[in-house]
């Protein structure tokens, strides 16, 4: 599996825009990327995916690489309702799993 | 609203108990899944079933059991061999690769 890095933490104010890294350098041509976002003992959510475009959502913007080793999940405005683990993935066509690391804790100030 | 409804959401196991747990969607979609999640950790996947009466074994499928024998519905047993079950689980669904996977709210099994 193509395997992707995040920092453990990042800490964004409230009402700015955040911008949460993520590398994958071993991607390939079959792995599409996805973001996923997980509060407390809830499921992750769906935020966005991309597989060479730049993405946007109502929640997101996701912009890739021209190389596609790293990707960035833009949250235009922060709020404290975005307080969340994020996870990068990278989703190969081919098979059916999704494979999670620990992705970034999210902290928003108010 | 449509969605992945998981059932109970707090278990508890005996010692030499199988347990089950509900998992239900109301989207559609042909595949289903399921995953472990230990604290502090990503989703491992248990199992997973991309059509009706089929599944698949994932990366952590010994002591756990799945049928499909409708499409909404995809329950999950953890069974007395499974040692260490004490985890948060979690059901998805998808329409297809490489489409989202929708997560339900999740089970806490615990041991008693």
């Known amino acids: 599996d193509a395997k992707t890095t995040q920092p453990n933490s990042m800490e964004s104010n409230e009402e700015e825009p955040v911008h949460l890294p993520c590398n994958h350098s071993?991607?390939?041509?079959?792995?599409?990327i996805h973001w996923y976002r997980q509060l407390p003992s809830q499921g992750p959510e769906y935020v966005i995916h991309g597989l060479t475009s730049n993405v946007n959502n109502r929640m997101a913007s996701l912009a890739i690489a021209e190389d596609r080793k790293s990707s960035t999940l833009i949250l235009h405005r922060a709020t404290l309702r975005d307080a969340a683990v994020y996870y990068c993935?990278?989703?190969?066509?081919?098979?059916?799993?999704?494979?999670f690391g620990t992705g970034t804790r999210l902290t928003i100030i108010p | 609203d449509g969605g992945i409804t998981q059932s109970p959401k707090y278990l508890f196991r005996k010692e030499g108990q199988n347990v089950t747990l509900s998992c239900e969607q109301n989207l559609n979609h042909d595949a289903m899944y399921w995953y472990r999640q230990d604290p502090g950790q990503g989703l491992r996947l248990i199992y997973y079933?991309?059509?009706?009466?089929?599944?698949q074994k994932g990366d952590i499928a010994e002591g756990y059991s799945v049928s499909r024998e409708k499409k909404e519905s995809f329950p999950l047993t953890v069974t007395s061999a499974q040692k260490n079950p004490t985890a948060f689980y979690l059901c998805a669904s998808s329409i297809s690769r490489p489409q989202p996977q929708h997560f339900g709210d999740g089970t806490r099994l615990s041991i008693l």
């Open positions: 071993t991607i390939s041509g079959t792995d599409y």
């Open positions: 079933s991309q059509i009706v009466n089929d599944f």
């Open positions: 993935i990278l989703r190969d066509v081919r098979y059916e799993k999704l494979t």
